[in-house]
């Protein structure tokens, strides 16, 4: 009965963050809706998924601390309130300035959910339960994206821009209320009785702790770069630079998304038996999304069905392996300390989302003006997302001895 509960809490959780994610994912198959509805170049269409990017990275640490101090149960409501907001502001929206809002509210409230949902899998379940359920938080996260490709394309062909966006902000509003009835913090009010200090102490111990920072440049890494081309990018890539029709953009997207949807549940899996292959795991794919970014931007297009998309499925396998950066931050932190060693980590990957989405759109812009034909300009954008990506494959291996290892205090780095 108990273990049927937590699986009910965590479900509900889990909804919330399937309906952030498809929010958060909306543009990749609008984005060439948005630049005609709103007159926007390619730097003005990657400034949404920026704005709403920026916003949820600087809200990590705060959002991570508040789900230590007050359960995740009120947060997760003012998260669900913000994105419903946002959702309607778009949906009406016929200005950009008016669009710019509700992406921000979206992105706002799309910070309080990842973390609280671990918060309930760390409350609920006992520990070698926790990379599972983290993993399968991922894979729950990915079907919303799921919901944000094929699915949403064709809701928008059929009704349009203001229907499609509404409906998403209704079902938004519906988990709310959801939320506010149902949703417990933990099976105890265990979670209230363990240490508290200040915000600026947990975050400075998680910082100095290399396993906390292994966990970042993990997640910076690989869910860096799944979210720089499913976000906003990857379908004006594929129909440019790879000669496809918005409906075939559509479809690639979804091998994107199937194969975090497919990996992630595999890795979590894997990492609840056998803890030592989460260090590996996560450098063999950093490795593998590299090289999969440099075919991406070397090899010219339009590349065959039968390699554009196992590379596609690999970006999302190996972006769907980043889930295991919260399991490496919690098992590397004291217990009082995992929300914001969690929040910690979360920011790495949308830091480089924000820092790729807005190199990437600034240099094509920059590209086509200067003449250089559209397949090869796209193509040379995405060199911004694989710099990075071997940035931070090479930070991530430097750190690989720490993955997971909780050092003594004596021990903690400066």
């Known amino acids: 009965m108990a273990a049927g509960r937590a699986w009910l809490m965590w479900g ?5 963050y399937l309906t952030a994610l498809f929010h958060r994912m909306s543009l990749s198959v ?4 948005a630049q005609e509805r709103f007159s926007i170049d390619a730097t003005g269409l990657a400034a949404f998924s920026v704005v709403q990017l920026v916003l949820y990275a600087l809200l990590q640490v705060p959002v991570g601390a508040a789900a230590d101090r007050f359960g995740p149960r009120r947060l997760l ?3 669900m309130a913000l994105m419903a907001a946002g959702s309607i502001v778009f949906a009406l929206a016929t200005a950009y300035p008016a669009a710019m809002a509700g992406r921000a509210l979206i992105g706002a409230g799309d910070a309080f959910l990842f973390v ?41 062909t059929g009704f349009g821009w203001t229907p499609a966006f509404l409906v998403a902000g ?17 099976p105890s009010v265990a979670v209230r009785e363990e240490p508290r200090e200040p915000l600026r102490v947990s975050l400075r111990h998680a910082w ?66 056998r803890p030592g292959v989460r260090g590996p795991m996560v450098a063999w794919a950093a490795v593998v999304s590299v090289a999969c970014w440099a075919v991406l931007v ?56 924000v820092v790729a989405e807005l190199g990437a759109g600034l240099l094509l812009d920059e590209l086509l003006r200067h003449g250089v034909a559209g397949p090869l300009a796209y193509r040379l954008s995405f060199l911004v997302a694989l710099v990075m990506g071997l940035a931070g494959t090479v930070r991530l291996l430097t750190l690989h001895k720490h993955a997971g290892v909780r050092p003594r205090e004596l021990e903690l780095a400066a």
């Open 116 to 156: 609280n949902v671990l918060r309930l899998a760390h409350n609920w379940f006992p520990g070698r339960r926790y990379a599972l359920v983290a993993a399968l938080t991922g894979m729950i996260g990915g079907l919303g994206q799921l919901i944000a490709t094929a699915p949403l394309a064709a809701l928008l």
């Open 12 to 16: 509900l959780g889990a909804l919330c």
């Open 208 to 273: 100095r702790n290399r396993g906390t920072r292994h966990a970042m440049w993990t997640h910076f890494t690989l869910m860096g770069a799944f979210v720089t081309f499913t976000a906003v990018l990857g379908q004006p890539y594929l129909v440019h630079a790879q000669g496809r029709t918005p409906a075939a953009a559509s479809a690639l997207l979804t091998v994107v998304v199937g194969g975090f949807v497919l990996a992630g549940t595999f890795a979590g899996q894997l990492a609840s038996r």
């Open 30 to 33: 609008a984005g060439l809706t």
């Open 298 to 353: 070397v090899v010219p297009g339009p590349l065959p069905v039968a390699v554009l998309g196992p590379v596609l499925f690999l970006i999302g396998a190996a972006g769907a392996v980043s889930m295991l950066a919260f399991d490496l931050a919690r098992s590397a932190n004291h217990g009082h300390q995992a929300g914001v060693a969690s929040g910690v980590a979360n920011m790495g990957g949308f830091t480089f989302a």
């Open 170 to 186: 209704v079902i938004t509003a519906v988990l709310l209320v959801a939320v506010g009835v149902a949703l417990r913090d933990g």
């Open 77 to 79: 409501a003012l998260g």
